[in-house]
């Protein structure tokens, strides 16, 4: 037990499935380059294939390399308490109480990686291999992907935001969301006189979601929603005009957003 804390609930680790196909990954497609590559550098038809022979090998080295690096940086693990969270990443371990969390954001992207820099092809090729390693589905309503990868983020410049892979995204939102209800006291008799922060871009405030957006602010009163979805990479807000007819009143990126989970619950308090 961590005295600050509370009780152990829940350890989890990266899968070794996950590591395992990056592995696998990156010793086949060094294989692949370096077959294509030296094909052209001993069977040139002309000068420009021997060119495109080590442009394959340096392709392939780079490529090797990059998922080798990120079978190693996925590699965690993720102890959740009653009232807070440890990630340890290698040598790393970063510690979080649950009062010292601004959010749990979802990632859109499904990897958890972000790529940077003028890659091209192996970038796309990167990125689409972490997307395929996790989970590229996000629904926090019905659960039908429990593994998620989630950024904790922090109310202080002091923390670092750290992203939590896979193994425990899911049950850390659950407990986090349970600590918030319970903190701060969420009914479905109080929301009228509720104020939560979803991020920069969504605020409940007494009773309606209120939107920033560069347009102007949006205001949806939370009894005049007739229904909460997700859609790829967006969170939508729908109500029924004067006409009867549904529209969507505010549209979110969900990267954008808090606290998703607590979002549905609230909309679930509203309907029932």
Not at 23 to 32: C, D, Q
Not at 158 to 167: I, M
Request: include cysteine; glycine fraction near 8%; charged fraction near 20%.
């Amino acid at each position: 037990m961590d005295q600050k804390l509370g009780a152990e609930l829940i350890t989890r680790k990266t899968k070794k499935s996950t590591v395992i196909w990056l592995r696998i990954g990156a010793v086949a497609t060094l294989a692949l380059m370096s077959v294509a590559g030296f094909f052209f550098i001993l069977n040139p038809h002309d000068p420009e294939d021997r060119i495109m022979g080590f442009v394959a090998l340096g392709a392939g080295v780079l490529l090797c390399a990059v998922l080798s690096f990120l079978s190693v940086k996925i590699q965690q693990s993720i102890v959740i308490y009653e009232e807070g969270v440890i990630v340890k990443k290698g040598r790393k371990e970063y510690k979080f109480h649950f009062n010292q969390i601004a959010g749990l954001r979802d990632s859109a992207s499904g990897g958890g990686f972000t790529v940077t820099g003028n890659f091209g092809i192996a970038g796309a090729l990167i990125a689409g291999v972490a997307s395929a390693v996790a989970s590229n589905a996000i629904d926090a309503h019905v659960r039908k992907n429990r593994l998620r990868n989630l950024s904790i983020v922090p109310n202080t410049t002091d923390l670092a935001e750290v992203n939590v892979v896979n193994t425990g995204g899911d049950e850390l939102s659950q407990i986090y969301t349970e600590w918030l209800i319970k903190q701060k006291t969420i009914s479905k008799e109080n929301l009228g006189t509720t104020n939560l922060s979803f991020g920069d871009s969504l605020t409940l405030n007494n009773g309606s979601f209120i939107h920033r957006h560069r347009k102007g602010d949006v205001a949806l009163a939370l009894a005049d929603i007739s229904n909460l979805e997700i859609r790829e990479d967006s969170v939508m807000f729908f109500a029924e005009n004067e006409h009867g007819k549904t529209r969507c009143l505010i549209d979110i990126k969900i990267t954008k957003i808090l606290n998703i989970d607590l979002l549905f619950i609230i909309y679930d308090m509203v309907i029932a």
